[in-house]
């Protein structure tokens, strides 16, 4: 183990600070450290499969919760793996030393669930899509911004939490006939107190993960 | 730093002996070290949502609040995605933690170690699954629930958690990766959802396994005046057992999961765990519908079949005792009213009942139906109400004086002998009288008849006219010593139909 190189590392990536290169390195290395990859990866797999299921009408018998089951649990799949992509590795110590970490990471939330919805409303084709475009709009924004708030709370790792038991509450809810805004994906695509409940949830998890970031894994205390 | 050099070594144990000393620590360290707690109160939660709160829109009857929770299994898809992702999360920690290589090189073997940590994952669930199930019971049987609690099905519960333990920590073990957890918990989550489309709709064959499944196994007469079979609950068992033990066993087939004669263990475990399973579906595909259940001729002991015995608790209606199960005491002062003004109607005729006594109702290849006939035999005539197999008070937001409809209809079908779901015109115009004469405005009775079950034909579709209630209204205007009469010289000639609605007065 040397020291050597160390001098100049920092005046390296000082100068380079502001130019191209250098962010397009750091948005490189953040992904990588984000497995955000593999994410777009996972979301590119769940919507195939949600447009499987749309294209040989898979359905669930039932009321109209068991009808929605597929779409919503895909919905709420790709706001899980969107939530489990935002810890790193490295802890209190790229807290400390990256003053854009803030940015890259309400950066990557924000692109992950664009891509989100993009490979969902993709999927399927008008008609098919409960709700069409704006209700995965809607519901993935949602969805993904619970997500966000209990990786900022929990910790990144079990951010997928809050979509998995909304998913449940959303079931339980539409079985019963319940229209509270909060249940969002129950509410018509162009319902504004949907939209909107759906946007707070979207903006405070996006707020968390910008301003606390994602509790990674401890080492020396807490689970696994 | 002498100290502890002359401090006397204790006696090694024996190897034997060691060797599930070191396993019980490790296990021990896992306990201390493992996820699931996180998520219990998640869990709660859920269960609480999902699984309690709608419960408590039936009457207080064990199998009707427990329908939803147990019968279709919510309490499982309320933890089960849950805790295959948490143990996903535990199965890939070493992986994840870039232990793996440092992991295979321990003392223990890879597969003892991972053991450990699933058995401590699985303790956690499965003993969060009983104390918050555990709860929910207590919470019902604070509230005085009548019947008997579903054990059996407590038991599959606990067994399933288990199986999404070791589904999900095989899913983490063999592809660590930090999105093991939520593709394992929506994986298990949709493997709920397209278990209960098959469970909502299959009545029969292997789709009886699945812990959604309801149709033909958890049907009110259970727990009232049936025993609960343990038939399909046994099957059950062996089948979700065995996708436990098989998962658990994958993980001991690697390369790097331990020695030869370890890695055959763990192929044994697996084939044991595969048996299991196909045995359980084997019996499954034997299963045949009875009258208290689900019955599998392999694992079926008689004796379960035998109904609970009690002692009936009556009120008079009139001249006519009502006598039912004391598990419906609290019905026995409503059903006693909603049948007097229909006994009243028919007292003196020919077959009127002497005696009116509950029996056990009988199951259904579906999730059961209300509205099953009530019939009148014997000599004096006795009619025999099943009770548990009707739409009770309070059930789905029936009304006491709907109840009270509801039996009158079912009592006066049996009468006229309409309750085979058919009969004449002639006989629907004397049914629809005497529901008059019992209180049931004619206005009313289309909707009554309808609610009443599925073998109650109306007198006529679109409300109470047409000739059917023409007829009725015709014999409900005579005087009732003349309408009395002639019942009295008609009736046996009505109840085998060979009455036309031209012959009624």
């Given amino acids: 183990m040397t020291a050597a190189g160390l001098d100049s590392s920092p005046r390296k990536v000082s100068a380079a600070g502001g130019s191209a290169p250098a962010a397009m390195r750091l948005t490189r290395l953040y992904a990588a450290s984000r497995r955000i990859p593999v994410a777009l990866g996972l979301l590119a797999a769940v919507g195939a499969l949600l447009a499987v299921a749309l294209d040989q009408h898979w359905a669930i018998a039932g009321g109209p919760a068991a009808q929605r089951v597929i779409p919503l649990s895909a919905e709420a799949c790709a706001a899980a793996v969107i939530a489990v992509s935002c810890h790193g590795p490295f802890g209190e110590a790229e807290r400390a030393t ?42 993935v924004a949602g969805m993904s911004g619970l997500g ?47 939209a909107v409940c759906a946007g707070v949830a979207c903006a405070a998890g996006l707020a968390a993960i910008t301003l606390t970031g994602a509790r990674g894994p401890s080492r020396s205390a807490g689970p696994g | 730093m002498t100290a502890a050099v002359t401090a006397p070594a204790r006696p090694g144990l024996p190897h034997a002996a060691a060797a599930p000393l070191t396993f019980a620590r490790l296990v021990r360290i896992e306990l201390r070290r493992n996820a699931v707690p996180w998520v219990v109160p998640v869990m709660a939660a859920l269960l609480w949502f999902d699984s309690y709160r709608p419960s408590t829109a039936v009457p207080a009857f064990w199998m009707l609040r427990t329908f939803w929770n147990m019968g279709q299994g919510h309490t499982i898809i309320d933890t089960g995605p849950l ?217 079926h002991d008689a004796a379960s079949d035998r109904p609970l015995s009690y002692t009936p608790s009556c009120q008079r209606a009139g001249d006519v005792p009502v006598c039912l199960n004391p598990v419906f005491g609290s019905l026995l002062a409503g ?17 009127a009942p002497a005696r009116v006594t509950e029996v056990a109702g009988t199951y259904t290849a579906n999730e059961g139906s209300s509205g099953q006939a009530m019939t009148i035999s014997g000599r004096p005539p006795v009619l025999r109400l099943p009770l548990d197999a009707e739409t009770l008070p309070g059930s789905f937001g029936q009304t006491p004086a709907e109840f009270a409809g509801q039996l009158q209809v079912l009592f006066l079908e049996a009468f006229t002998g309409t309750s085979s779901g058919s009969g004449s015109p002639a006989q629907h115009a004397v049914l629809a009288a005497l529901l008059q004469q019992a209180g049931q405005p004619f206005g009313a009775q289309p909707a009554l008849l309808a609610m009443a079950g599925p073998g109650a034909p109306g007198p006529g579709p679109g409300g ?32 085998s139909g060979a009455i036309t609605l031209g012959q009624l007065p």
């Fill in chain 1, 98 to 139: 990256g003053r854009w970490l803030p940015w890259l990471q309400l950066a990557a939330a924000v692109a992950l669930t664009a891509a989100a919805f993009g490979v969902l409303a993709a999927a399927g084709p008008a008609g098919l899509l409960p709700g069409g475009a704006w209700a995965v709009l809607r519901n």
């Fill in chain 2, 464 to 495: 109470a006219a047409g000739p059917v209630y023409a007829a009725a209204r015709r014999l409900a205007a005579l005087p009732a010593a003349t309408r009395h009469a002639w019942l009295a010289g008609h009736l046996a000639a009505l109840r």
């Fill in chain 1, 148 to 194: 966000l708030l209990c990786a900022s709370g929990l910790g990144g790792p079990f951010g997928w939490v809050g979509p998995a038991a909304y998913l449940v509450i959303s079931e339980a809810g539409l079985a019963a006939g319940w229209s509270t805004p909060w249940l969002w994906a129950g509410r018509p695509p162009h319902d504004l107190g949907g």
């Fill in chain 2, 335 to 351: 059903v006693t009213a909603g049948l007097r003004p229909a006994l009243a109607a028919v007292a003196g005729l020919p077959g």
């Fill in chain 2, 83 to 299: 805790v295959a992702g948490v143990a996903a999360w535990m199965g890939s920690r070493d992986a994840r933690r870039g232990m793996a290589d440092l992991a295979a090189a321990a003392a223990r073997p890879r597969w003892t170690a991972q053991l450990a940590t699933w058995a401590a994952t699985a303790a956690w669930a499965v003993g969060a699954y009983l104390a918050l199930t555990g709860a929910l019971f207590a919470v019902y049987a604070a509230q005085g629930l009548r019947g008997t609690p579903p054990w059996w099905w407590l038991a599959t519960g606990a067994v399933a958690v288990a199986a999404f333990s070791a589904a999900g920590f095989a899913v983490g073990a063999l592809f660590p990766s930090r999105f093991a957890a939520p593709l394992a918990a929506f994986g298990a989550f949709l493997a709920m959802g397209t278990s209960s489309q098959a469970g909502f709709s299959a009545t029969s064959g292997w789709a009886l396994l699945l812990p959604t499944n309801a149709n033909g196994n958890y049907q009110v007469p259970t727990g009232i005046d049936y025993h609960y079979l343990p038939d399909l609950p046994i099957a059950r068992l062996m089948f979700l057992g065995g996708i436990a033990v098989a998962a658990v066993g994958l993980l001991g087939l690697r390369e790097r999961a331990g020695g030869q004669r370890l890695r055959a263990a763990a192929a044994a475990v697996t084939l044991a765990g595969v048996a299991a399973t196909a045995t359980a579906v084997g019996l499954a595909t034997t299963a045949r519908q009875a009258a208290d259940g689900i019955v599998i001729p392999a694992l």
